[in-house]
């Protein structure tokens, strides 16, 4: 399997406004997915695509263009995120997110939160208050009270397909992931018009999973990472294996130390360093230049730029359909 | 405020058995302290020196040596971590630790825990799972109660003179770390005879911290890091700086891809990335070499090596005393 580049390399040499990313995880439904069932998710990737093409084309901000993008994808719930968050194996939900703005290099991080609506709006009010970068557990939802975030109950995070997921895996006594070839997670990369970048991420972690286990998700330079002139990364997949390679960072430590172009970088270490059926990542630099890589059988993902080029995909390489894959 | 490499350049070029640094945070006592309680802090650190010392020569695998050094800190109450940890802001103790094996590059990492007496055990007990590699908040002392690790009550942590510390720091409203003008956590880094590398860090956090806060201290790549052929680092002051330069992770990733030696690498990140009152790390290299770069007033902190070196200091430059500074 090799590294995808959004878009073909000519609009490298394009003076870009802005491009954007998103991705609803590596745990995608298999090719043999009714037709329905596809049609679902690509209205819901092209969804959110068009959002963050309307607020990028608006001259918005990149660190309000993926938190609203990731927004969207935690009240769809199709995506592991949000409403639509896997069940842990006492039968709740715990939710993790990070947000990074490439321009200050500040961050926030929130683990294990079980009674906010968005957890990647909590995200965002720790970075903003400048102090902490990261709440975990019961302090993680007291924070987000304290801030006046929109409260609900865990139940709200409950749906039918999730809970079949739940029993599956307790059947079978394992730690699944979304789907059972996957891993789920949301996020967006941004570069604005102003040249900035931003990444967030938001997760309902792995279906059957320990309380209290935290991913790659919410580590800063694990499963997010932003930082002006160099990269904003977003991962998906398991989170371990990320966490180990310390993916996110490691991408833009290639770019800084070595000089390494974004799509080398990123094909080195995913296709190269991570094990086939990790996962992958969406990033782009500094210049808009988007890849999407990944060494999973799927990764539902779309992208945009201001040249017009747009790309909405599933698989790799993509199944026949009458619309662009 | 220069670079301090533990011990004199010439043995650089030796060959080295094993090689073992630790601190105990960047918090230190402030040079008008008086000379009882300098000793008790230097004896502190001796004798956990010599346990070092002691494991190395026998034989001690590191990833074993630097669990039992940061334990032998938690079970000191002198330093802010495991007993004598300070308060959170509800007078309670949130304990974090990391630990990981330069060997494996497998990991383990705690966050917020309450009933667990060494942080630094469960931390290994997460690495030795070979599943998840991080827990936070109530579902680590749930897993530690799982793993049959000795549980206390959260007030088997409470000592007078953090209790104080937060009755100043309330009365101040702010949040205070280790001694007013630092910040405290524990650490180990060591080169083992078989030339293995492993790194372990523990905390209590800072005093009035906000509950659910988590610092560098157990993530992965910020406060705690180690890779074989590269380095071993264990981090100590504002978290937040740590975790936004990615520091235990950006020292090796500067060894790995531009081939600056250890040294010129930490001195880099310490004084010239980081700002002065940051705090500082140990490091120790593959061949065996220790770093302890600080830019705060003082740093607790030791090292050895099997030519027979040996250092226990406070401040930089150190205060004259009788003995070895």
């Not at 043999?32 to 084309?57: P, W």
Request: net charge negative; hydrophobic share 40%; charged share 20%.
């Amino acid at each position: 399997m090799e590294l995808k580049t959004a878009f073909p390399r000519s609009h490298e040499h394009r003076e870009l406004e802005w491009a954007c990313a998103i991705h609803g995880g590596a745990g995608a439904i298999p090719r043999t997915a009714s037709e329905e069932t596809v049609k679902q998710y690509r209205e819901g990737l092209s969804g959110i695509l068009a959002d963050g093409i309307e607020m990028l084309s608006a001259g918005a901000a990149a660190i309000e263009v993926v938190e609203a993008l990731v927004i969207a994808f935690e009240e769809n719930e199709l995506f592991n995120a949000g409403r639509g968050a896997v069940y842990t194996s006492d039968a709740r939900h715990e939710l993790d997110a990070a947000i990074m703005d490439g321009l200050t290099g500040r961050s926030g991080s929130v683990a294990g939160v079980r009674r906010v609506r968005n957890p990647v709006r909590l995200a965002r009010a720790v970075l903003d208050s400048n102090d902490h970068m990261f709440y975990a557990g019961e302090g993680a939802d007291r924070f987000a009270e304290a801030r006046g975030l929109e409260r609900v109950e865990n139940r709200y995070f409950d749906t039918a397909h999730r809970y079949r997921a739940l029993c599956e895996a307790q059947g079978q006594n394992t730690v699944l992931l979304d789907h059972d070839q996957g891993y789920g997670t949301v996020g967006a990369v941004v570069r604005d018009r102003a040249g900035n970048l931003a990444a967030a991420t938001s997760t309902g972690g792995m279906t059957n999973k320990a309380p209290g286990r935290v991913g790659d998700t919410p580590l800063i330079g694990a499963g997010t990472y932003a930082a002006n002139g160099l990269a904003a990364v977003s991962a998906t997949g398991r989170g371990e294996a990320f966490m180990r390679h310390m993916v996110a960072y490691d991408l833009c430590a290639r770019m800084r130390y070595c000089g390494t172009a974004l799509e080398d970088a990123a094909h080195d270490i995913v296709m190269s360093e991570m094990e086939a059926g990790d996962g992958g990542i969406i990033a782009v630099d500094h210049a808009g230049t988007i890849v999407m890589p990944f060494n999973s059988p799927g990764m539902y993902r779309a992208a945009a730029d201001s040249s017009g080029n747009s790309v909405v995909a599933i698989w790799d390489p993509p199944r026949p359909t009458s619309d662009t894959q």
